[in-house]
């Protein structure tokens, strides 16, 4: 490999590993009996390294991470006119619905019942890639094992509404006795925990757009100072529902090219009009590496860096010079051990949203310099529509399986690139290309901004 995974230069005592107590020779980057990564001089102590070995995705573009993964390639808009409610009245019609998904093919038709329908997402994203780890079969420390759900808003805004039609139409006393649960934002974690028995670690991050890709970030955390051996993390959404479709179409939001739903969402694109809402989960299996290499497991990447920022600009808009998005990428790329030569393909935020687009593109050439001309980006939204709180989960497995395809998957309609977002953003098809390290971007509502760096395993 032509970069240093997770270390910097070892110094000349760095050669025993704190963990399993094998001498280790003195220039050794990982110890070769555990493959902990060794602290360098003047870097601290040791930290665990963090492996992904389980995929597994819900989203409008494929029910499955894998057939998600080949609509991306293949460039296809999960992107429609939403049928299933009456949104006729509003200037947005559109929306990347998951259609085809049916819980009882996951979980207890019961439980299913008891669960809001980004909990239903999120168990089955999560027993997918249980399976894919080869976990299935509880073959593990169920006490060493934990989740980390990201969510904006779960399903809570069309939990309410529904509930509020009932208690207007019906009276209060008919409301389901679930209701108090099902608008909580904590109960995917909850539900996955259950359902697969997993007694460690549980947390649920919400920080709008940036939650699938925050919570990844902190399982790695957890997994890092040794509270997990094995995490699983991403993020989940649902929640169209007249109620957001009512709300955001006020705030002009949401894009409103109705006569093409499958071009609306057009990151970077001069044309672009606002975002297109989506809903859908992804989730990963995080794993200590020893952990992993003991059981054989399979290994798709290696989570190499994490980090997270403020704007403290606005509520809403996006800082216009970019510089906490920029810092966040920065201290993710540090945080890696790495340098912004390294980076090979970004994953970008990318909206297509106005003021967003131009600000993300700011943000990247005030990381990377004269660099940020010459690495391919691209955005899963522009196939996806925006899933809000899952979008970091489901961008992080894109990232993923581009390190293991060698291939970029394209940014479709920038027909008509804004002159402002002159980047190489790999327009209409995918392309073929060596990629070892990815960074994948989220930039939430509220300016909360978090980073992945993930690399190509090396043991």
Known sequence: MRYGKGTAEMGENCGRCPVCEVDNPPAAKYCFNCGLALAGQGRGTARRRVVITGLGAVSPVGL?????????????????LITEINVEQYPTRIGGLVRGFEPDQYMDRKEARRMGRYCQLAVAAAGMALQDAGLSSGNFDREATGVI?????????????????ILLSKGGMRISPFFPVTVSLNVAAHHISYTYGLDGYSSTVVTACASGTQAIGEATE???????????????????????????????????????????????????DGFVPAEGTGIVVLEDLAHALKRDAQIYAEVLGYAGTADTYHLIAPDPQGKAAARAMVRAIEDARLSAEDVDYINAHGTSTPLGDVAETVAIKRAFGERAYHIPISATKSMTGHLIGAAGGV?????????????????????????????????HVARKAEVDVALSNSFGLGGQNACLVIGRYDR
């Open 395 to 427: 961008e992080a497995i894109a990232s993923v399986l581009t390190i293991r395809d060698n291939v970029i998957h394209p940014t479709i309609n920038l027909d008509n690139p804004d002159p402002e977002c002159d980047l190489d953003y790999v327009p």
């Open 222 to 272: 957890v997994i890092r100072r040794g509270a997990a051996d094995i995490m699983l993390a991403g993020g989940t959404e649902s929640g169209i529902c007249e109620l957001s479709v009512a709300a955001f179409s006020v705030a002009r939001g949401y894009s409103r090219r109705n006569d093409e739903p499958e071009r609306a969402s057009r990151p970077f694109d001069v044309e672009r």
């Open 149 to 165: 759900v990201g969510t904006s808003g779960g399903g809570a805004i069309e939990e309410c509404e529904k509930a509020c039609r």
């Open 64 to 80: 499955t991470a894998e057939a998600t993964w080949e609509s991306l390639v293949a460039g296809r808009s999960g992107v429609s």
